[in-house]
C-alpha cells in the first residue's frame, strides 16, 4: 500500500446529494450520495476510485470502517457513494483510503463505466463461462477467464468479459450448473490485485494477479 493513497481526513461538512449514473441512457438510475467537503487536501483521488473510509477513534467503540465509490473528486471534497446506514458516521471520518481504481487497474474499465455509470460489485448476477487456463508445471502462472450477465434493477442485461492473468495463490471453488455472484471486489495487495469472487452459489475464487482486462459483449 502506497502512502500517497491513504489521507488522515476532518469533515467540514455532510450534504446528502442525488446521483444520476449513466444519465440520458437506457441505463440510467438515481442513488443516494454524499458530498463531503474537507479540511484537508486530497490531491491524488480520482473518479471511480473504490475507498475504505476509517471515522471513529481507533481502538475504541466509536471505530468502524467502510467501502464507498468516489464519484466525483476535487482537491477538497468528494461525491460518496456509499450505503444510507454509514450517513451518520460520515461526520466522524478520520482517514480515507483508496482501495483500488479500476481507471488505473483494469484495461477496458472505462466502457464498462460510460455504459453502466459505474463499475459495479456484480450482486447476484449470474456467471455465464468460466474458463481457467491449466497448466501441468506449477511454475507457470494461470490466466482465468469469466463471463457475468450484469442485471440491472430495471432488467437491462449486459455481458462482460473478464480475464485476470498471471494467477498466484488461488482458491477456487468449481462451476457447478447454477452460478450466481454475491460481490466481485478488488483490492491492492503489495505489487499484485487481490480478486475475490464470492459466491451466492457454484463458482467462487479468490486470487492474486497481475493484470486485469474486461470487455463489453456487443448484443
Known amino acids: 500500500m502506497s502512502n500517497e493513497w491513504v489521507w488522515d481526513v476532518t469533515v467540514r461538512s455532510v450534504e446528502r446529494e442525488e446521483i444520476c449514473f449513466a444519465p440520458n441512457s437506457d441505463w440510467q438510475v438515481q442513488a443516494q450520495g454524499f458530498r463531503l467537503h474537507f479540511n484537508t487536501v486530497l490531491p491524488n ?3 471511480q476510485d473504490q475507498i475504505l473510509v476509517s471515522v471513529g477513534e481507533w481502538d475504541t467503540p466509536t471505530w468502524a470502517a467502510f467501502i464507498g465509490t468516489a464519484v466525483e473528486c476535487s482537491p477538497e471534497s468528494i461525491l460518496l457513494y456509499t450505503s444510507p ?3 451518520s458516521r460520515l461526520w466522524n471520518a ?13 484495461k477496458g474499465a472505462q466502457n464498462v463505466i460510460d455504459r453502466l455509470g459505474l ?15 491449466a497448466e501441468e ?3 507457470i502462472p494461470m490466466n482465468l477467464s469469466v463471463t457475468i450477465r450484469h442485471t440491472s434493477t430495471g432488467g437491462l442485461e449486459q455481458h462482460i468479459d473478464f480475464y485476470f492473468a498471471d494467477i498466484q495463490q488461488e482458491n477456487v471453488t468449481p462451476a457447478e450448473e447454477c452460478n450466481i455472484c454475491l460481490q466481485l471486489s478488488f483490492k491492492y495487495e503489495g505489487e499484485c490485485i487481490r480478486v475475490q469472487l464470492d459466491a451466492v452459489s457454484g463458482f467462487a475464487a479468490s486470487f492474486l494477479c497481475h493484470k486485469i482486462a474486461v470487455q463489453l459483449q456487443d448484443t
Do not use: A, G
Not at 94 to 106: A, C, G, H, K
Open 45 to 47: 483521488l480520482r473518479t
Open 85 to 87: 446506514q454509514y450517513e
Open 94 to 106: 478520520r482517514r480515507i483510503e483508496r482501495t483500488f481504481s479500476p481507471l488505473m487497474s483494469i
Open 119 to 133: 463499475f459495479p460489485p456484480f450482486h447476484y448476477d449470474e456467471i455465464t463461462k468460466v474458463c481457467m487456463d
Open 137 to 139: 508445471r506449477s511454475n
